[in-house]
């Protein structure tokens, strides 16, 4: 069985500072970190579907790069709004992909095990919406024809709506030349992405897309239109997609807290029950 681990939207900040005042990001992506190391299945990959910083400040980064060397597995990184495709070339250089400088975005495949990893970059600089660009979407084209193996594509920003508003309307602009490329891949068999800090599940382009909730702060569930931009502190969970050939790939969320339990099922020895004595 194959593990990827994806976190995502980490926020993170300067050594000793909050994000929005309120929110210990830092803190919050340190647990998560331990949250992962202490699986009883060691994930195989660790995907980070952008918003590792908040500013794309160095020393965001420099908190970035210490956190994730605490990973022996591979670490797959990708920039989302808050973080820039140029900071992040220079900040997390050595990780896989980012080296590459195509049309200045970062955009890679690798593969994991069998699976291939799509990485795109929907950073669009000075804006908080998303875009890909065509350079990026012929790459993507060509390496959708080339490799068939089954097929997870990783981006910050949903090409498809979630009815939060004021996320939907910091979406990706080229959506549909996203979907146009993605249709007639079966292959390609999830989409993931981050940004909206919440778990969500719907589809694009004929596929399953997930967007994770983030390490840190969440944004308040609130599907009226004109919601207000507010975040809280609702459980902080990271999505697990495991794949093997029974099973196909499957996505679970793990929370980083610990809860009480495991408890087992048997009934109590020598308890009986009303209703039982017969
Ligand atoms: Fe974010
Ligand atoms: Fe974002």
Known sequence: ???????????LRPKGLACYRVSDTNMMAERAVRSLLSLTQQADAIVVTGDLTDRSDPREYAVARELLSRFEVPVFLLPGNHDSSEGMRREMAGYPGIGENRDGKIFYSAMIEGIQLIALDSHLSGHPQGYLGNEQLSWLEAALRKCDAPTIIALHHPPALTGIEHMDNMGLNDAAALEEVLSPHTHVQRILCGHVHRPIVTSFAGKIMTLAPSTGHQVALDL??????MFNFEPAAYFLHSHSEKTGIVTHMAYVENFPGPYHFFADQGVTWPGDEN
């Open 224 to 229: 009226r239109e004109n919601s207000p931009a």
């Open 1 to 11: 069985m194959t593990l990827i681990a994806q976190i995502t939207d980490l926020h």
